[in-house]
């Protein structure tokens, strides 16, 4: 099946590019280091996305994209036969061949990913992987508004992995096994970066990657990430649920969110800054973060939540 699909996304990708039906964003990309923090960002460049008023937001107020996509678009009408998902291309891309999972039945995008969605999503990744070529994937889901997305219904999205990129889960998580978080172990979590953030390693073996595994993982790791909304309520009561999830064969990780935008810099962000890929549309924040890379830590924090680390479960649990 992954031979297959691969060709078929990589066939459906370059006729999409050729007839204009998929918008191919150019950008420019460099790799920076956080010298306080020790973390990789690769940031990329894209101000032509400033020009373009009639892409994504503008079709967002219009209709659903997704409820009736363009056949030049789709990739999948039910993947894996399983009769709940589409595979699509995104429209509007910065990185070749990226892929949207989107609910066949109209979902709202504020709902938490089911047992379902994420075996499919790590089914997804396990297809389109490749070790031996170095290809790597990251699967996110960004709930609510204040997560980044733009489109209300219900869908993952799946990148190609920077090459030779290492994200701080992949520090945090190697050389450690899987264990679901319970009362008495908490998420992984690195001190030094300034936001909260809830990692776990996934088993190696795929085969140990159950439905049952993966929801429970993901529901010990909600409820920590929920915890922030219930806590902050009285500081800031019209605060909405939003988080990102990111996925990749080795980690799951969840990131709850207080705004999408910074109010420092005129920058936004979505599941794939909490990776540390950072996507600049205007010039002086590229310049920078370019130059002072530390700030992204702080931006971070700005749209998310103070660091819990070395904070225990029963310390902050509702
Ligand atoms: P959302 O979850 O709602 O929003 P988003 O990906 O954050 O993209 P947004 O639309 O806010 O654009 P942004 O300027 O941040 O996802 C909806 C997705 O559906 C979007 O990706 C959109 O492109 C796509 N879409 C809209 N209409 C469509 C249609 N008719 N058919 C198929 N797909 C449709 O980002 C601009 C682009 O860069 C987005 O594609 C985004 O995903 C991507 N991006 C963001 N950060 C990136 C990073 N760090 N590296 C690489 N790409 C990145």
């Avoid at 306080?36 to 079709?59: C, I, M, N, W």
């Avoid at 892929?99 to 504020?110: A, F, G, S």
Wanted: proline content about 6%; hydrophobic content about 35%; charged content about 25%.
């Amino acid at each position: 099946m992954g031979i297959e699909l691969k060709a078929k996304i990589a066939s459906k990708y370059a006729k999409g590019v050729e007839s204009g039906d998929v918008h191919f964003t150019q950008s420019d990309s460099k790799k920076v280091k956080d010298s306080e923090s020790g973390f990789q960002y690769v940031v990329t460049h894209a101000p032509s996305l400033l020009k373009k008023p009639e892409r994504a937001d503008a079709e967002a107020s219009k209709r659903n994209p997704f409820a009736e996509p363009e056949p030049e678009l789709t990739v999948c009408e039910d993947l894996y036969d399983l009769g709940q998902y589409k595979l699509l291309l995104n429209k509007f891309p910065v990185v070749p061949e990226h892929l949207l999972l989107v609910t066949r039945e109209v979902k709202p995008q504020t709902a938490p990913l089911e047992p379902q969605d994420l075996l499919t999503s790590y089914r997804l990744l396990q297809d389109l992987d490749d070790e031996d070529e170095q290809v790597r994937n990251l699967i996110f889901y960004n709930c609510g508004k204040t997560s980044g997305s733009s489109q209300d219904h219900k869908h993952l999205q799946m990148l190609r992995w920077p090459k030779n990129f290492v994200a701080f889960q992949d520090r945090l998580c190697s050389g450690k096994e899987h264990f679901i978080p319970d009362m008495r172990s908490e998420p992984l979590q690195d001190k030094k970066l300034s936001f909260a953030h809830f990692v776990v390693p996934l088993p190696e073996d795929p085969e140990a990657v159950t439905e049952d595994l993966l929801a429970m993982t993901f529901v010990s790791l909600l409820q920590r990430t929920l915890t922030f909304f219930q806590d902050w309520t009285n500081e800031r009561p019209n605060l909405e649920t939003g988080y990102n999830v990111l996925m990749t064969r080795q980690w799951l990780c969840l990131v709850p969110r207080s705004q999408s935008k910074s109010n420092e810099l005129d920058i936004g962000f979505n599941a794939t800054g909490y990776a540390g890929l950072v996507l600049v549309k205007h010039e002086e924040v590229w310049n920078k973060i370019l130059e002072e890379p530390q700030v992204v830590n702080r931006l971070m924090l700005e749209c998310g939540f103070p660091n819990t680390a070395g904070v225990s479960a029963t310390e902050y649990h509702y």
